[in-house]
């Protein structure tokens, strides 16, 4: 009974009023003081889009202090991404931990640890962790990620109002590297796809929580960040721009004239509604 009392009480105007308001380091996109998973395949573009919001944050919220973990990246995909641009302009507030020594799984924890200290000694700061790639960072066991220690000192960070971007691949079948916690424990996720038919790069939010993340799209030249684009022009499927492609190969190699693949195409359209009439 009494449980129904306080159902029926529900949530008082001054919790709704109260309640807090999300904050954006990147508008609709990344939230402050959360745990982000940004995954796709290898070379899907995951670390160009991190690198790009790195140049947002830093420009935009002059206390904000990134932290960019990277057990992934070599020294020449380094330079592909200019990330000595972000040191030299930003200098202690962008501070990139590259893979240059060994056993990164126990530096990277005892680096997570320290960044709870400077939170909490440093709460008029906003300190961002990005983790490049996370099966690399945290702690196994039998070979795969130690779920008992997936996010120990993330969820830490985040209660003292830090922010965590975290990297990671999926497989070759599509499914996360190692384990589905990694998106079920995090705030909210982006799978990150690649189309090389516009040379663009796509957000699509996959768990979003409480948090009103929205679909994204960049343009991109030689790996890097050009601009933000419309994400439906952007999100041409894979069969149409092959389909564009076909087509822009009969006329380039003067195979079918365009009148004769209007011809083709109006005939094809009318077979498809034949077969859905029957």
């Known amino acids: 009974h ?26 609709s996109a990344i939230p402050s003081g959360t745990i982000g998973v940004f ?16 140049h947002q944050i830093l420009k935009n919220f002059h206390n904000t202090y990134i932290i960019y973990v990277d057990a992934d990246m070599a020294l020449g995909k380094i ?20 893979k240059s020594f060994d056993n990164i799984s ?6 997570l640890k320290d960044i709870v200290s400077l939170q909490q000694e440093f709460p008029n700061r906003k300190y961002i962790v990005i983790e490049d790639s996370l099966t690399l960072i945290t702690p196994r066991r039998n070979g ?19 922010t965590i971007i975290i990297v990671t691949h999926l497989n070759k079948s599509g499914v996360f590297a190692d384990s589905q916690q990694i998106e079920n424990y995090a705030d909210y996720t982006y799978l990150v796809q690649r189309n090389d038919f516009n040379s663009s790069i796509l ?17 991109i030249e ?29 006329l380039t190699d003067g195979e079918m004239n ?19 009439k029957e």
């Not at 395949?41 to 889009?49: C, E, L, N, T």
């Not at 890097?224 to 492609?245: G, L, M, P, R």
């Open 203 to 219: 957000l699509i939010p996959k768990k979003a929580s409480r948090y009103s993340i929205i679909e994204k799209a960049y343009r």
């Open 144 to 162: 795969f990620v130690d779920v008992e220690k997936l996010y120990q000192y993330e969820r830490k960070i985040r209660d003292v109002n830090g």
């Open 2 to 27: 009494s449980s129904k009392a306080s159902f029926i009480k529900g949530t008082s105007f001054e919790d709704i009023e109260n309640a807090p308001i999300t904050q954006w380091l990147v508008p």
């Open 258 to 276: 365009q009148s004769e693949i209007m011809k083709y195409l109006k005939q094809m359209n009318m077979e498809l509604l034949k077969i859905e």
């Open 79 to 98: 330079n592909d991404f200019k990330v000595g641009e972000l040191i030299k302009q930003y200098g202690d507030r962008f501070k990139y931990a590259g």
């Open 106 to 111: 126990i530096v990277s924890q005892s680096l």
């Open 222 to 250: 030689n790996r890097k960040i050009v601009e933000e684009i419309d994400f439906q022009i952007a999100n041409i499927s894979y069969t149409e721009s092959s389909f564009v492609n076909t087509i822009l190969d009969l």
């Open 39 to 54: 995954y796709g395949a290898p070379g899907s573009g995951k670390s160009s889009v991190l690198i790009y919001y790195c």
